[in-house]
């Protein structure tokens, strides 16, 4: 071919080519400044722009005078740029021991290049951040510690650390109500959030001279609490005591306002420190945050026997005064329902309820029938929620009337085949007390703005008046009586006229009632004469050889209420209350010469009865008493226990707390100390026999360590 031809061809080759190369790049650019234009420009304001939520403060929660709860505190949110991560492995190792995160889960978040912030950690300290920044500020560039950003966050935080923890409940990371109080008033606590966006550069700082926009949240309204926080103190240190001594799978208190049904306490343990839950183990939190004194219902016992009295009572089936006869067991349609103990033989009603006698009861039952009963159980608001003011609550469990059979009317009398939860328990209780009004519990007394003021305040409710004030002033005098001579004596308090009722429940797992496991309780109430506060102690499957509610719950009832009658303002009854008088030494002495001498010195007794030899007593010998306190006379009369059947007491001095309450229990024994430190003092002495279930008072003194 001529050459200038060829020229001419290549040319025009290239000329084809480089035509095409334009239009292939026009036609790109056409594209970019079209179709993909919408997401380029998202794509460059996400690069240099950052938007997020600024989380609300929720609301504070307080006790009834006013001491903090549950508060919303400043913590951190820790974020890292992908894209500014080379090195995964080695920006995880130098961050974990600090942030302590979980870095298979932030590995993965890591690798997404396209995003350019990732939430590494919630709620992290201010001293973990500091900590964070000294270490970026120290990192070589190629570290990929410069891609660590950090905003404030909210976090909830409980100055009291595990104390009402299932009451005051939890929020999640994302500052939301979980359980108890924080999820039940989420709509009052919570807030409003606020947001925020801002110019940055390429490690997410806002850029000198640029301005973003702010919306601040709103802090949330606060709850204030019937709850006193000092007798919440008081009611938690004597229940660990309490599952320490019983070795109890569980146990609940409840202290309220009999005239008004406020909670002044409420206790469950096991509980948890909201502060640090065990996020990690879903099964285990969720059984801890459980609000069993509302959620769970247990068969009442022979607490459940204040009920039944009170509406014979008031029914006009019986009077206290009224005779009946207990040989141990009674037959109802061919079903043998036995007594708790040896036969009481003649006794009248008011006798029954102290000596807690089962026939006594399954009669008072049968007379009333039905009908009526079941006209004042539902009174007493059985079968139906309390509507207190918490998230969970169950109605209980109470056959209905149409259903029940004779022999189940018979058991109901005397606190079986019914089942209640602990807070209906203790309103029931409450209203045979209070003058016979059934009032519904509350928890939340006021609903506040951030500034504290005043939005909505809650007033006591009556539900129902299930008996009239004249058998609330029978009943009272009638539960003097079992804790002066009853069941309840490990309750009484010298100098105060308590009120009361023990109880031992059966356990029923898959349907099935556990031998020789039980449900011990105490309801009692001071004072006597004029009601002002009521307790109520369960004691779940006590590991010890009498786990009967006089020895379980009785004895922690009155070391609560020892503490906090005085810190209430409620004054012992004594009008001589400043002269104490020394308690003599009676262990030894009959009965009768141990009453002399008591009555010699100014001072009551309490006994069992029996005409025998005194084994033990409470107060100790060298206690003080005012003028008029009550002394308990234990004994064993000779058709109760035999030699063989007491208990050696054993040498204590020198030992602590723990090795005392762990020798104590193995005999099936109570024990009281007085102090700290090691054992200096005990009474009964060492080597002594005496009942089970007697209390040991110890003196601590020195130093335990």
Partial sequence: MHPELLVRKR??????????????AAARIAVLTTSEAASLTERGIRQWTKAGIVTARRGTITDRKGRTLAISATAYIVTADP?????????????????????EAARKRLQDKTKGSIILKRQVSRETVDALRQLRSDAPEDSGLKALSFDEDICRYYPYGALLSQVLGLTTVDSEGQSGLESRYEDVLRGTEGSYLRQVDARNRQLDGTEGWYIPSQQGCGLVLTIDAEIQEMVEKAMRECIEVN?????????????????????????????????????????????????????????FKILTAASALDSGVTTPQDSFYCSA?????????????????????ADGLKNSCNPVFVELALRMGTDTFYRYL????????????????????????????????????????????????????????????????YIVSEIQ????????????????????????????LLLERVVSEGGGKNAAIAGYRIGGKTGTAQVYK????????????????????????????????????????????????????QEMLPYLGIEPENDEKDEEIEVPALKGLTIGDAKRKLSQVGLESVTDGANTVVLDQLPPAGAKLVKGGHVMLYTAGSEELTPEELVCVPDLTGLGDVDCARLVRQRGLMMSMTGQGLCTEQSPAAGEYVQPGTTIFLLMAGDDE
């Fill in 11 to 24: 040319i025009w080759l290239m000329t084809l080519v480089l035509t095409g190369l334009f239009l292939l």
């Fill in 83 to 103: 894209r500014l991560v080379s090195d995964t492995e080695r920006f995880l190792n130098s961050i974990e021991p600090v942030l302590n995160i979980n870095k």
């Fill in 247 to 303: 070795q109890a799978q569980s146990v609940i208190c409840l202290v309220s306002d009999v005239k008004t049904g406020a909670i002044l306490a409420m206790c469950m343990n096991p509980c948890y420190d909201p502060n640090d839950p065990p996020r990690n183990d879903a099964e285990t939190l969720t059984e801890l945050m459980r609000l069993t004194a509302i959620s769970d219902v247990y068969e009442p016992g022979s607490t």
């Fill in 329 to 349: 067991k009674i037959t109802v349609d061919g079903d043998t329902i036995r007594c708790w103990g040896r036969p009481h033989g003649a006794e009248t009603m």
């Fill in 378 to 441: 539902t009174a007493f608001g059985l079968g139906k929620k309390t509507g207190i003011d918490l998230p969970g609550e169950s109605p209980g469990i109470l056959i209905t009337s149409r259903n029940v059979k004779r022999v189940d009317l018979a058991r109901i009398g005397f606190g079986q085949s019914v089942a209640l939860t602990p807070i209906q328990m203790m309103m029931a209780a409450n209203s045979v007390i209070n003058g016979g009004k059934l009032m519904k519990p």
């Fill in 449 to 476: 703005t951030p500034d504290g003021e005043t939005l909505e305040r809650f007033h006591p409710t009556v539900m129902a008046a299930p008996i009239r004030p004249e058998t609330s002033d029978t009943m009272r």
């Fill in 510 to 561: 898959n349907g099935r009632v556990v031998r020789d496991t039980h449900i011990g309780s105490f309801y009692g109430f001071a004072p006597v004469n004029d009601p002002q506060v009521s307790i109520l102690v369960i004691v779940k499957e006590a590991d010890v050889p009498i786990d009967y509610g006089g020895t379980t719950a009785a004895p922690f009832a009155r070391q609560i209420m």
